[in-house]
């Protein structure tokens, strides 16, 4: 896989501090895509396109760092440690990509799943973990309810930012959990398209990501969502999210699944696609 971020990305899972890290967003879709493709598995579409190029690196924060928190302490270390700088306090961070130009640059995006009151853990504002002190923070993400079930394993090859060639693991969200979180982006942009809500640029790329990992499904995938979905069935933004797929790809004409055209590269099913979509969130 040759992309600008990979060594960035190497440079952190490398690192042991890194476990409890979590890579979503849309350089987790390019690794699960370029694993897939190296070890040729059947996916339920065949062909399915590209996904899109990013600068950002958005991680999920696993909710025990903030209990263990010398585990927690350790991932800000590495952070430091390869000079990343808060561009808002203790979530979000940046560095440029090499150091003799300033632009652009690498990105860090802190997230967290809503904790629940048994756990213990601390909300205020956006922020989870505030008060935990491990002056890290996870933006919440109410739709990242089961982003730490049954995650995904997948092996990483390249050259560290020092040249160094390692290969390492990295963890991303069980499809199931990384659907539901890319519906809800999705709507959110479109809610931004009927002027609901204020517009941020590129948030049509959400719902050409929902297309992407749900074509990217493998067969066991599919055998085991009922499985991976059953502890959820009664999270109240889970019946939610299922309406705002409808509303986004309830027909081919619709305006989620037309802006999935306008970025694909390669021809696209819409009736294999919107079937598995509904299967896999239980509608």
């Given at each position: ?93 940046g ?13 860090i ?20 973990g505030?008060?935990?002190?491990i ?116 027909s ?27 299967s896999?969130?239980?509608?």
């Open positions: 896989m040759n992309d600008p971020l990979l060594p960035h990305l190497l440079d952190i899972i490398t690192d042991p501090a890194s476990e409890g890290l979590i890579l979503t967003g849309g350089f987790g879709i390019r690794i699960k895509q370029a694993s897939l493709r190296a070890t040729e598995a059947r996916t339920l579409i065949p062909v399915f396109p590209e996904a899109r190029a990013t600068q950002d690196l958005d991680f999920f924060l696993s909710l025990s760092l903030f209990v263990q928190k010398e585990r927690g302490t350790a991932v800000r270390a590495l952070f430091d440690r390869l000079q990343y700088t808060e561009y808002t306090p203790q979530y979000q961070f560095k440029p990509f090499r150091s003799e130009n300033p632009e652009p640059k690498v990105k995006d802190l997230l967290a799943r809503s904790p629940s009151p048994e756990e213990g853990i601390r909300v205020k504002g956006p922020r989870v505030s008060g935990a002190g002056e890290l923070h996870g933006r919440e993400t109410p739709e990242g309810f089961a982003v730490e079930e049954r995650l995904l394993a997948i092996p990483v090859s390249g050259a560290r930012s020092d040249g160094q060639e390692v290969t390492a693991q990295v963890l991303v969200p069980h499809p199931y959990a990384w659907i539901n979180l890319k519906v809800k982006a999705a709507h959110d942009w479109l809610r931004m398209e009927r002027g609901e809500i204020a517009r941020k640029p590129n948030s049509e790329k959400h719902a050409f990501d929902v297309y992407v990992l749900t074509a990217m499904l493998t067969e066991s995938e599919l055998e085991a969502m009922e499985e991976v979905r059953a502890p959820y069935w009664n999270t109240p933004i889970r019946s939610e999210i299922q309406n705002y797929a409808f509303d986004l790809f309830g081919e004409q619709s305006q989620g699944f037309q802006t999935v055209v306008q970025q694909a590269n390669v021809p696209t099913d819409y009736a294999t696609f919107y079937e598995a979509l509904r896999v969130l239980g509608s």
